[in-house]
C-alpha cells in the first residue's frame, strides 16, 4: 500500500517548508511588521460597520469593488487589478496560471525564499542570479538578469523592490528596461515600496509584461488582514481571474482594505517613522562596528565578524529580541536582518546587541 503523501506532486516533495521562526518575544524584529497599530477609533468604526453587515451572504461584488478602489488609488485600469489573501496568494495565483513544469523562472539571490519555492513546486527551473557585487553591495545586475532570462528563454523574472533580506532597490527605468528586454513576464513584488516611496505602476502603461504585487501587511500597518493587490496587463488579468477562487476575499477583509485604502496619511505616517529610525539604527549598528547594508525596507540587513551570525543570533533571543537569520542563504554567511520598529523596541535591540558584541 502506498502511503497517502506519495501522491503528492514529485515537485513538492523535495521542497523545505516554508517557514518563519514563530518563537515568542518580548521584541519581534523578525518579520518586517508595522511598528505600529491602527488607530483604535478607526478600528471600532470597522468593528461596528462589521456587525451591522449581514454575514449569510456571499461577497459576491466585493473583491471587484476592491480592486476598482484600489486601482484608482493606484492610478491603473481597475481591469489591471486583482485582489487576495495577502500579495503571496496573487504570487501564487500568477505562478499556477503561467507556469508550466521545465518553464525557466529567474529570480535573484539573495531574494525572498516564497518566490523559489513556489516556482519549483510547480516544476519550473528556477535560475537564481546573484545580487552580491565584487565590492560587496548588493546592486540588481540588470544585464546579466536580461542575458540570463534571454538565454534561458525565461517566462518570468521574478524579483522583490526593496528586496528581501537585502533592501536593495531597483531604479524605475531599469524595471522599465527588465519588462521590455526580458523575453517573458517581469514580476516585482513592491510589498516594501512604502519605504522607500518607489512607485512602478505608470509603467505599466509602458511595460505589458510588468506584474506587479503590493500588500497591505507592511507600510499599511495590516498584516493580520491578509490583503494583497497585483497590477498588470487588463488581458493578463482576465486569464489569471480563470484560476482565481470565487469570493477569495471575505466581505470583513473588503470592507477594512478600502477602509484603508482611502487613508494614504496612516502610510505616511508609518512610513517616516520607519525611514527615520531606520537612519538611526544603521548608524547605531555602524558605531557597533557592523556593515550596513543600504536598505529601502522597513529592516536592515548587517554583517560583523566578531561572532558566528548563528551564535550571535542565539544571544539575542536569549535577551528577548528576535531577529531573522538568513545566514543560510546564498552570500550570506556573516548576515542577519533586523526590523525597523518602534524607538523602544529598536533601543532595546541595539542594546541587546552592544552587550553581545
Ligand atoms: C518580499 C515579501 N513580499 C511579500 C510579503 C508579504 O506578503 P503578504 O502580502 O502575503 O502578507 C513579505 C512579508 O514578509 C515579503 O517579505
Known amino acids: 500500500m502506498k502511503p497517502p503523501e506519495s501522491f503528492v ?30 488607530p483604535q477609533d478607526l478600528k471600532a468604526a470597522l468593528a461596528e460597520r462589521i456587525v451591522r453587515s449581514d454575514w449569510s451572504k456571499y461577497p459576491i461584488g466585493d473583491g471587484a469593488r476592491l480592486a476598482t478602489e484600489l486601482a484608482n488609488a493606484y492610478g491603473v485600469d481597475p481591469a489591471g487589478a486583482l485582489v487576495g489573501n495577502g500579495s503571496n496568494e496573487l504570487l501564487q495565483l500568477t505562478l499556477l496560471a503561467c507556469i508550466d513544469p521545465g518553464d525557466a523562472v529567474v529570480v535573484a539571490a539573495p531574494s525572498f525564499s516564497l518566490y523559489a519555492l513556489q516556482a519549483a513546486a510547480l516544476g519550473a527551473r528556477v535560475i537564481e542570479v546573484p545580487l552580491r557585487a565584487s565590492d560587496g553591495a548588493f546592486r540588481f545586475p540588470v544585464d546579466e538578469l536580461i542575458r540570463t532570462a534571454r538565454e534561458a528563454g525565461a517566462k518570468l523574472v521574478l ?25 517573458g ?5 513592491e510589498a516594501y515600496r512604502d519605504f522607500c516611496g518607489q512607485d512602478f505602476a505608470p509603467l505599466l502603461g509602458r511595460a505589458p509584461r510588468l506584474v506587479l504585487f503590493r500588500t497591505f501587511s507592511k507600510a499599511l500597518a495590516a498584516a493580520s488582514l491578509r490583503c494583497g493587490a497585483l497590477l498588470a496587463a487588463p488581458s493578463l488579468c482576465a486569464e489569471l481571474r480563470k484560476v482565481q477562487l470565487p469570493y477569495n476575499l471575505s466581505a470583513v477583509t473588503c470592507l477594512v482594505a478600502g477602509a484603508l485604502i482611502a487613508r494614504p496619511d496612516l502610510v505616511r505616517e508609518r512610513a517616516g517613522l520607519v525611514a527615520q529610525e531606520r537612519e538611526r539604527v544603521a548608524k547605531a549598528l555602524r558605531s557597533a562596528g557592523c556593515t550596513v547594508h543600504a536598505s529601502g525596507a522597513n529592516f536592515l540587513l548587517f554583517e560583523q565578524d566578531r561572532r558566528p551570525a548563528n551564535e550571535l543570533h542565539k544571544a539575542l533571543f536569549a535577551r528577548g529580541v528576535l531577529i531573522r537569520n538568513v545566514s543560510s542563504a546564498r552570500d550570506l554567511s556573516r548576515a542577519l536582518r533586523v526590523s525597523v520598529g518602534a524607538p523602544a523596541a529598536n533601543d532595546a535591540f541595539l542594546a541587546a546587541l552592544r552587550a553581545e558584541l
Open 185 to 189: 513576464l517581469t514580476g516585482i513584488d
Open 9 to 38: 506532486r514529485r515537485t513538492v516533495r523535495p521542497l523545505a517548508a516554508y517557514g518563519p521562526p514563530r518563537d515568542p518575544a518580548a521584541v519581534p524584529l523578525h518579520l518586517n511588521e508595522s511598528p505600529t497599530d491602527l
Open 159 to 183: 524579483l522583490g523592490s526593496p528586496n528581501n533580506p537585502t533592501g536593495t532597490t531597483l531604479a524605475a527605468a531599469d524595471a522599465e528596461r527588465l519588462a521590455q528586454e526580458a523575453p
